[in-house]
């Protein structure tokens, strides 16, 4: 708080001046009554003391936006009901644009038989899909790349029609060149535990590859080398359910000869995991899509909505079942049951 120093003979309110102490005037004035400062009392300042000196308002905290890490979307699993969807695709399959898909469906309205009801991973969303939008100025539709490392999860809280009660949809979100670095060490595929925790399996096939005849080929041995790797490292269990995908339906349109052979094809990508790995999924579906459609080829979205219901049925994970187990105490003392006296327990 400011002091003011009673004004003397010597006194001088600039406090750099030494004509207090018998000095010259600072500010070069022979007859110190010219001086605007001779005579006057100085103002002294007290110092501060820093945890005071400002007072910091932090307001409200609000949670993060950003996907979860593994622990995070543990934890959410454990609150409520939750589909975690393990999505499998080399780089530039459609992995992320079939997640972002989904969203902004979401955002216009109901998607199938369901409707937004929450998401703890909004900013993770929201960067996902702006490339693919308009207000991003791109001239075709595109997709960050997922960095590689270790998986992160956007989460999605959803009521259907006919059940108000709130479901959460997981997406596990890794990078295509880890997935694929199983094929030649399968061993690699124990540290991602989406794969063994997933209610859905999801492999996904790209329209675009398969309109060329040597690359439908590389398709069909990325989804087989997968499954095998997956089950060489015992990430998979018969509980699960497998979605096998063809994205990027505007690519192949039915109605044109490499088209109409590009989806040909893919029946018979199909048609030969069922026979292989029939037995080993409780469920096999395919679903052609087209979450970023290039052009008028295919509507915004289509396939999602019966991919989406696929993936948010009723999980037919196995249940712990937890057994009553009878102790019998050997002393007498021991079997006596407590007597509820007046809202107090007497033996």
């Known amino acids: 708080m400011p002091l003011y120093q009673e004004p003397g003979p010597q006194q001088c309110a600039n406090p750099e001046c030494s004509v207090p102490r018998g000095g010259r005037c600072i500010e070069g004035f ?3 009554k010219g001086c605007p400062h001779y005579g006057k009392s100085a103002l002294i300042v007290e110092a501060v003391k820093p945890e005071v000196a400002v007072a910091v308002h932090r307001g409200v905290q609000l949670p993060g936006a950003e996907a979860l890490y593994t ?16 999505i499998v695709g080399p780089h530039k399959s459609g992995k992320t644009s079939l997640i ?6 979401l955002q216009r309205g ?12 909004l900013h993770a969303f929201e960067r996902a899909c702006h490339d693919s939008r308009l207000a991003s100025n791109r001239d075709r539709p595109h997709q960050e790349r997922t960095q590689t490392g270790d998986a992160t999860y956007f989460h999605l809280d959803l009521v259907r029609t006919t059940c108000r009660t709130k479901r959460a949809a997981l997406f596990a979100n890794r990078a295509g060149e880890d997935y694929m670095e199983t094929h030649s ?7 991602f535990p989406e794969l063994r925790k997933a209610d859905t399996l999801t ?19 990325e989804i087989r080398d997968s499954l095998r ?14 979605a096998l995908v063809l994205t990027k339906v505007d690519a192949v349109p039915a109605d044109t000869e490499e088209g109409a052979a590009a989806r040909e094809f893919f029946d018979s990508i199909v048609a030969e995991v069922r026979e292989l790995h029939g037995a080993r999924f409780s469920a ?12 008028a080829a295919a509507p915004r979205g289509e396939g999602l909505a019966k991919l989406l219901a696929y993936w948010m049925a009723a999980p037919p994970r196995p249940v712990t079942a937890v057994a009553e187990v009878a102790v019998v105490a050997e002393r007498s003392f021991g079997r006596l049951r407590p007597l509820v006296v007046g809202g107090a327990h007497e033996a």
Do not use: C
């Open 30 to 32: 022979e007859d110190l």
């Open 71 to 86: 622990a995070a979307a543990q934890a959410l699993m454990r609150q409520r009901p939750t589909s975690l969807i393990a």
């Open 100 to 105: 972002g898909g989904i969203y902004d469906l």
């Open 110 to 121: 109901m998607v199938g038989e369901y409707a937004f009801a929450g998401s703890s991973t």
């Open 185 to 191: 060490d399968p061993d690699l595929a124990r540290s």
């Open 203 to 221: 492999l996904l096939a790209d329209g675009e590859k398969l309109l060329d005849a040597g690359e439908r080929h590389q398709v069909m041995n």
């Open 229 to 242: 790797a997956f089950f060489e490292a015992g990430q998979m269990s018969d509980w699960q359910r497998l």
């Open 284 to 295: 096999i579906e395919s679903f052609p899509v087209a979450a970023s459609p290039r052009g």
